[in-house]
Nanobody, 124 residues
Framework: QVQLVESGGGLVQAGGSLRLSCSASGRTFSSYAMGWFRQAPGKEREFVATIAWTGRSTYYATSVQGRFTISRDNAKNTVYLQMNSLKPEDAAVYYC?????????????????WGQGNQVTVSS
């Protein structure tokens, strides 16, 4: 089992920045690909970014490419999502997720473990 706990959400003005963190406990964190997803009110949960177990490969949704950066520190069992140039449409509950794989999963159906979610609010 892997337990994931997100932190770092909150309220920010449009154009501002936030960094989300996701701390993992349980099995070997470095074996897991990690992903970030988000769900806005009335919408389905969508993919945001993913990072390989090595940290060397990443992939982003088109909507956040160039503004968000996913990274990980395997020594701290933590994955991060740095969000810059935030827009009101980025407001959502953000979830981190984990799956033991060497691939870069985009589909949320492929992830086995999920955090509880963290609210990000962007004011215009």
């Amino acid at each position: 089992q892997v337990q994931l706990v997100e932190s770092g959400g909150g309220l920010v003005q449009a154009g501002g920045s936030l960094r989300l963190s996701c701390s993992a406990s349980g099995r070997t964190f470095s074996s897991y690909a990690m992903g970030w997803f988000r769900q806005a009110p009335g919408k389905e949960r969508e993919f945001v970014a993913t990072i390989a177990w090595t940290g060397r490969s990443t992939y982003y949704a088109t909507s956040v490419q160039g503004r968000f950066t996913i990274s990980r520190d395997n020594a701290k069992n933590t994955v991060y999502l740095q969000m810059n140039s935030l827009k009101p449409e980025d407001a959502a509950v953000y979830y981190c997720a984990a799956v033991e794989t060497r691939l870069l999963p985009v589909s949320q159906a492929l992830y086995d473990y999920w955090g509880q979610g963290n609210q990000v609010t962007v004011s215009s």
